[in-house]
């Protein structure tokens, strides 16, 4: 049910951006940072071989901005900032 939140929480804030907002890696960034700022980064998303995995451990985000010549890249440092879970 937690990740379903998430997920809800992510589309919320995408789909609040505008066609134009989708060429700015800043703005993209934003939404993602809005959308899981109201989650604690330490709460427990699953267990896997008996070791417990936070949200901050289990998330990775790879932005490419819509417009020629920007490629994906690991925004996943600058995510966990921002919220406070930094690792």
């Not at 700015?24 to 896997?48: Q, V």
């Not at 990775?60 to 406070?84: C, I, M, N, S």
Request: proline share 5%.
């Amino acid at each position: 049910m937690t990740s379903t939140l998430i997920d809800v929480s992510i589309f919320e804030h995408l789909m609040a951006l505008r066609k134009s907002d989708l060429k700015s890696r800043k703005k993209i960034l934003d939404a993602f940072e809005k959308a899981l700022g109201r989650f604690n980064g330490d709460y427990i998303l699953c267990r896997e071989k008996g070791k417990s995995i936070p949200l901050k451990d289990a998330i990775t985000l790879v932005v490419q901005p819509r417009r020629p010549g920007y490629k994906a890249q690991d925004e996943t440092r600058a995510l966990l900032q921002t919220p406070g879970w930094a690792k």
